[in-house]
């Protein structure tokens, strides 16, 4: 069935430094793809997405560009800050509201 | 418009007991998702609900259920808490393929 791989962290940054969390897909059909964000004791925020190939998501400085043919949508941010640390989950759908969820990526930014 | 209301946010429960969590989508959503959160698990998939008809079923047992009445506000229920049963549960709602909306959760313990 379908399914999210994404990254293991957790990842630590210095503030400014340059981020990418990895993702990568599986799925039999055309999904959309997602990326959320969950801050401690809230639910997951949606970040960004894509609906086709080589559409570009985002948001908030966050960028991810769905590549078909290497079945991937990384996560990227030129320059994290230290509000940005929070959990991200890259997410596919491949008919309506039926998701499926990476592992999740912890990113603690460090001032 | 208001987002995604889940009810209680925080709950205690003791083993064998039942629960019943409440969730309100957002106004024009007719989908509503359900997803278990723990620190073992990460985000799992319990069911969704498409205008009051079980759509999608995730790999829990019968003691997860679910239900969704005509404003679409959906219920889930736990019956014969187990301490493993202790999670963070969300609740999502989603128009077309636009991606899922998540309510803040609710906090369960069961002890």
């Known amino acids: 069935g379908d399914s999210v791989t994404q990254m293991e962290g957790p990842v630590t940054l210095s503030e400014e430094a340059f981020l990418t969390i990895n993702c990568t897909y599986t799925?039999?059909?055309?999904?959309?793809l997602f990326w959320y964000v969950q801050y401690p004791g809230e639910g997951l925020q949606l970040l960004l997405k894509a609906t086709k190939a080589d559409d570009k998501g985002s948001n908030k400085g966050f960028e991810a560009t769905y590549r078909k043919e290497t079945t991937s949508f990384h996560l990227e941010k030129g320059s994290v800050q230290v509000s940005d640390s929070a959990v991200y989950f890259c997410?596919?759908?491949?008919?309506?509201?039926?998701?499926?969820f990476g592992a999740g990526t912890r990113l603690t930014v460090k001032p | 418009k208001a987002g995604v209301t889940q009810t209680p946010r925080y709950l205690i429960k003791t083993r064998g007991q039942q629960v019943t969590l409440s969730c309100s989508p957002i106004s024009g959503h007719r989908s509503v998702s359900w997803y278990q959160q723990t620190p073992g698990q990460g985000l799992q998939f319990l069911f969704e609900?498409?205008?009051?008809?079980?759509?999608n079923k995730g790999n829990f047992p019968g003691r997860f259920s679910g239900r969704q009445f005509s404003n679409s506000r959906s219920e889930m229920n736990v019956s014969t808490l187990e301490l493993g049963d202790s999670a963070l549960y969300l609740c999502a709602s989603s128009l077309g393929g636009e991606g899922a909306f998540f309510g803040q959760g609710t906090r369960l313990t069961v002890v």
């Open positions: 799925a039999t059909g055309y999904p959309s």
């Open positions: 997410a596919l759908s491949d008919r309506g509201n039926d998701m499926r």
């Open positions: 609900y498409f205008s009051e008809t079980q759509r």
